[in-house]
C-alpha cells in the first residue's frame, strides 16, 4: 500500500509539475519578466507563504494524528474545520480590505506606487488561502481512508485553470493578463475543492462531518483540540524555516531591477521539478 502510494503520489506531481511547466512556458511568453509579472508572483506568493506553514504542513501534521485518536471523530473534524476556515476567512477579509501593508511585506524594495498597482492582486489571489485549506482538510480524511489519488491528480487543476486564463487571454495587455490569472488561481482552487468534496461523498465521509455539526454541543472534545494544539504550534515552527528563506528572498529580489522577482519564480520552478518527484512524493 505504501508503494501505491508512492506511484500514485508520484504521477500526481508529475503530472502537476508538467502542467505547471506548460502554464510556467505561456507565464514567460505573455508576461516575460516584467513589471506586471513581478507583482502577480508578489501576489500570488502571500497566499502560498502561508498555505505552506499553516494549511497544509502544519495543519496536517497535528490533524491526522489527533483525527485518528479521536473518539468523537465528525465532532472534533468539525470543530477544528469551522475554527480554522472562520479565522481564515477573517483573515483573508481583512486583507482584502487592507491589501497595500501586506503587500509591502513582501515587496520592501518596491515604491508605494507599484505597491498600490499590486494591492488589487493581491486581495484576489489571498482567497486562494481559505479554498487551498477546505482541500487540505478533505484531503487529510481521505488520507485517513487511504486514498490519495484525489489529491495528487487534483494539483494540476489549478495549472489548468490558469494555463486556460493564458490561453484566452494572451493577447491582451499585461495588466489585463495578471488580473485573468489571479482569478483564474480562485477557479482552480474552486475546482480542487470540488473533487475532493466529491471523493468525499464516494467514500461517505460525509456522514461524520455531518454527524459531527448535528452532536457538536453534546460532545466535548477539548482534550482532543488541546492535543492537535500541542501538535500545530510546533508544526508551524518547523515548516516556517524554509518558507522564511523564500520570504526573504522575494523581499530581497524587489530591491533590484525590473523583472527579477520573475526570474527568482522560474528559476525556483526549474529547481523545484526533480525535487518535488523524487524528494517529496517520497
Do not use: C
Not at 506568493?45 to 483525527?67: C, D, H, V
Not at 473518539?71 to 482584502?96: D, E, P
Amino acid at each position: 500500500m505504501k508503494l501505491r502510494s508512492i506511484f500514485t503520489n508520484s504521477f500526481g506531481i508529475l503530472i502537476s509539475r508538467i502542467t505547471g511547466l506548460g502554464r510556467d512556458v505561456l507565464m514567460a511568453s505573455a508576461l516575460g519578466a516584467s513589471v506586471w509579472s513581478d507583482m502577480f508572483f508578489v501576489a500570488f506568493k502571500l497566499p502560498n507563504l502561508f498555505r505552506r506553514i499553516f494549511a497544509e504542513g502544519a495543519f496536517t501534521q497535528a490533524f491526522m494524528p489527533s483525527f485518528i485518536a479521536s473518539k468523537h471523530k465528525g465532532v472534533f473534524a468539525t470543530a477544528i474545520f469551522l475554527r480554522f476556515l472562520l479565522f481564515l476567512m477573517g483573515f483573508s477579509l481583512l486583507i482584502t480590505l487592507f491589501p497595500e501593508p501586506v503587500t509591502k511585506l513582501l515587496a520592501w524594495g518596491w515604491d508605494w506606487e507599484q505597491i498600490g498597482q499590486t494591492a488589487p492582486l493581491t486581495a484576489i489571489n489571498f482567497w486562494y488561502l481559505d479554498l487551498i485549506f477546505i482541500v487540505t482538510f478533505l484531503a487529510t480524511l481521505l488520507q485517513y481512508k487511504e486514498h490519495f489519488a484525489t489529491t495528487a491528480m487534483s494539483t494540476a487543476l489549478l495549472n489548468i485553470a490558469m494555463i486556460a486564463a493564458l490561453w484566452l487571454y494572451m493577447k491582451e495587455d499585461p495588466k489585463t493578463v495578471a488580473y485573468a490569472l489571479s482569478f483564474a488561481v480562485l477557479i482552480g482552487g474552486l475546482l480542487q475543492v470540488l473533487v475532493h468534496v466529491l471523493a468525499i461523498k464516494q467514500f461517505k465521509l460525509h456522514r461524520i462531518l455531518l454527524g459531527g455539526w448535528r452532536y457538536r454541543k453534546a460532545k466535548d472534545v477539548a482534550n482532543e483540540k488541546t492535543h492537535f494544539n500541542t501538535l500545530f504550534i510546533p508544526g508551524i515552527l518547523g515548516n516556517s524555516t524554509p518558507q522564511i528563506s523564500a520570504f526573504i528572498d522575494t523581499v530581497l529580489a524587489t530591491f533590484l531591477m525590473t523583472g527579477s522577482v520573475s526570474y527568482l519564480f522560474y528559476a525556483n520552478r526549474v529547481f523545484q521539478l526533480p525535487l518535488a518527484l523524487i524528494a517529496i512524493a517520497t
